[in-house]
């Protein structure tokens, strides 16, 4: 019980990248045009962002330090203040997603227009980061996270052919529709799992929890439990998408069709959970980005940061956080549509992979902050091998966007 | 004390005696002794001084940002004397506390005008 507690951090981390709502929309999309032809890019993934968390939870473990901190000594002030520029932008954007899911989960919920709830969110996600500890806050949104496993059970419920579902993730075929559209979709689910913010927030999280190379071990039960308990679970929405929408080709763009299918499958009760699921993951990803957003700039000028201190003791990294909330909030009254805004989000996102994990690789291979822990042969191939894919995302991504503009 | 200026000094992180985050190293004050050899001083820090030090329209950026909030400007630079600092690992590690240091223009600015002003401000969240 101990070990599962301990592994919160990396479940609410994954539960962040894998099922934000990047993933409730990019999944169930995928889901619902392709079938299960895109769980090969869930499996890869998954794999890539344990090598890169398990290396980031290494470096903060060992050094004490998280890993963007490090970047500016690394890569010196231009470079890291452009990273830095680059990341918060895609961060707040995200966060502003993130809000606009938790209040569009509300709707779903209450009724009531999204854009009411939407300050109701803003105001509840920054008293959490206010007040709240941070072991209670992962704790607590980590585990209800877990609601979303409500899908999992759905697809017993559901007339599912378990047959055709795994010939799907086998044979992949676009299915008549563009070649195009399908690694369009395929970029945005990638990106919506391997999200920048998760290594940062993962790796700010084990020092504000004080690892030490004496908790290497739990660093690692974290990634191991955490990251692929996120790729099951997106997995699972893929699922139940496909069983639900592609045999008719409906389209998928709002939250309430992804949850139709847990209604049709679970009644009443099942609808509850899932949308008590969608809340749980999205403010808890509204948290992450938030925090992550402020821990790049305090990182970045050296500045007292995390939740340790009293906020006074930290005025500056408490302005960001406040600030970033702020125009999260000003982003969604604009009144865009907040599953558009997650698709913008996650085509952003993966333009800007290459500058979080390229620098991760690097100091996790620099003795001067982790002596003989640096990585290993093979951690490094693993890590070169998936960096070259996240560069192949980042390319594609704008090109991709553009040919099919936005996978329509 | 043999050090790297560029790679193992700049940049840093600098942490006090009680693990508190200082600020970073964004440049070093030179002095000249009596001999005229060179040495270091000061670390300096503080988002004026790595503006100067970047230059160029970031670099101004930088600098007019970190005047809004400072109560005299030029904002003078914070000063760290290399007597203060106790050892250099994967951090610069001072023997002093943060608080025996001249507080950061910036983070008494917000302090005062903003978070001290929101209900809870003097309690950590552990």
């Known amino acids: 019980m101990r070990k599962l507690l301990a592994a919160t951090l990396g479940i609410l981390s994954a539960i962040g990248g894998f099922v934000d709502i990047g993933d409730l929309v990019a999944a169930s999309q995928a889901g619902a045009r392709f079938g299960m032809a895109h ?33 500016r000594e690394r890569l010196g002030p231009r470079v890291a203040l452009l990273n830095l520029v680059a990341s918060y932008l895609v961060t707040v954007i995200t966060l502003a997603a993130e809000l606009g899911g938790v209040a569009l989960a509300l709707q779903l919920a209450t009724g009531l227009s999204y854009l009411l709830w939407v300050p109701v969110a803003a105001v509840a996600v920054w008293l959490v980061l206010w007040r709240m500890r941070f072991a209670l806050m992962e704790r607590v949104f980590g585990l209800a996270g877990l609601a979303l496993l409500v899908f999992a059970v759905a697809l017993f419920a559901l007339p599912t052919d378990w047959g055709r579902l795994g010939h799907g993730a086998l044979h992949i075929s676009s299915d008549g529709t563009n070649w195009s559209v399908y690694w369009f979709v395929a970029v945005a689910l990638f990106a919506s799992t391997v999200s920048p913010y998760e290594v940062f927030f993962f790796s700010s999280g084990g020092v504000e929890e004080r690892w030490s190379a004496a908790d290497l071990a739990d660093a690692r039960s974290n990634v191991l439990i955490g990251f692929p308990v996120g790729g099951f679970l997106a997995l699972s929405l893929v699922a139940v998408a496909a069983v639900a929408y592609h045999p008719s080709g409906t389209a998928l763009d709002t939250l309430d069709q992804v ?34 957003a402020a821990y790049a700039v305090a990182q970045y000028f050296g500045w007292q940061w995390g939740q340790r201190v009293s906020p006074r003791e930290a005025a500056r990294f408490h302005s960001v956080l406040l600030v970033s909330v702020l125009l ?81 | 004390m043999r050090l790297q200026l560029a790679k193992q000094l700049l940049d840093q992180q600098i942490v006090d005696r009680e693990g508190r985050l200082v600020g970073r190293v964004d440049d070093i004050a030179f002095a000249v002794d009596a001999d005229g050899v060179p040495y270091v001083d000061c670390l300096l820090s503080g988002q004026g001084v790595l503006g100067r030090r970047l230059g160029g329209r970031v670099g101004r950026f930088l ?51 903003i978070i001290d002003r929101i209900p809870g401000a003097h309690r950590a969240s552990r």
């Open chain 1, 39 to 71: 769980a090969w890019v869930l499996l890869v993934g998954v794999l890539g962002i344990c090598a890169y968390a398990e290396m980031a939870g290494r470096i903060a473990a060992v050094s004490g330090r998280a890993v963007f901190d490090l970047v």
């Open chain 1, 259 to 292: 949850a139709r299918p847990v209604a049709t499958a679970l009644g009443g009760a099942g609808l509850a959970v899932a949308v008590l699921a969608f809340f749980a993951v999205t403010f808890g990803a509204a948290l992450e980005t938030g925090l992550s």
């Open chain 1, 328 to 408: 999260g909030v000003l982003m969604l009254m604009t009144t865009i549509n907040p599953v558009q805004l997650t698709e913008y989000m996650l085509v952003l996102s993966a333009v800007v992979l290459p500058l979080t994990y390229l620098p991760i690789l690097v100091v996790a291979n620099d003795r001067s902050y982790l002596g003989d822990r640096v990585n290993g042969r093979w951690m490094n191939l693993l890590g070169a091998v998936f960096l070259l894919v996240i560069i192949a995302a980042s390319v594609a991504a704008i090109p991709l966007a553009i040919i099919t503009r936005m996978g329509r």
């Open chain 2, 63 to 113: 600098v007019s940002v970190a005047e809004r909030f400072a109560e005299q400007t030029p904002v003078p630079p914070r000063r760290i004397p290399l007597t203060q600092v106790a050892g250099v690992d994967s951090a610069v590690r001072l023997r002093c506390r943060a608080a025996d240091l001249p507080p950061p223009p910036m983070e008494t600015w917000l302090r005062r005008h």
